[in-house]
C-alpha cells in the first residue's frame, strides 16, 4: 500500500510539472513561493498568524500569478492536450477553483472590516496591527479549510489514496519545487522563458 501512495503521489507531481509548468517565469514564481512558504511553515509554530499573511501575501500571490498570467494556455504539442483538457482533469485546483478560493481570501478583509469582530468569533481589532492579525488567523482557516475541503472532496470523486496522495502533496510543494525548480532563474537569465520538452521528458 506505501509502495502505491509512493507511486500515486510521484505520479500527481509528474503530471502537475509536465501539464502546468512550462514558463521558467511560472517556474521561477514558484521557487520563490516555495521559499517563502518554506519561511511560512517555519514561523507557524511561532506566529500562526504572521505565518498566514506570509503564506497568502507572499508564497500563494506568487505562486498564482505565474499560473494566471505566464502559464501557456494553448494546445500543448509534448502532452498533446488541450488547455480544457488539463484543466478537467486536474486533481486539485484548477483555474476556476482557483478563482473561488481566491474570492474568499479576498474578501476576509473586508469581512472584518464590515463587522470586526466577524459575528463574535473576534474581538473588535481597535487598528491596523489588529486587522492584519486577525485577517492572518482567518485566512490560516480559508488555507486549512482549503486544503481539507479539497481532500475529503477528492475521497468521494476518486477514493481515499487520491485525497490522501494530494494532500500530501500539497504539503510538500514547497520542499519539492525547491528541489525542481532551482535552476530556473538561471534558465530565464538566459533567455528561456519556455523549458525545452520532448515527449519523453521526465522530472
Known sequence: MFNEFLKQLKTQRW??????HHSRINQTLHLISALSFLVSYALLFKDPAVAALVAWLVSMTT????HFFFEPRGYDEVNQATHEHKEEIKVGYNLHRKIVLLAIWAAAPLALVIDPTL??????HTGVEGLMRHTGELWLIIG???LIFRTVHLFFLKDV?????????????????VYLYHKAPLALLRGELIERRTADHTA
Open 15 to 20: 503530471d502537475d510539472h509536465r501539464y502546468y
Open 63 to 66: 505562486r498564482q500569478s505565474g
Open 119 to 124: 459575528m463574535g468569533y473576534f474581538e473588535a
Open 144 to 146: 486549512v479549510g482549503g
Open 161 to 177: 489514496m487520491a485525497g490522501l496522495v494530494w494532500c500530501t502533496k500539497i504539503l510538500t510543494d514547497p520542499f519539492h519545487d
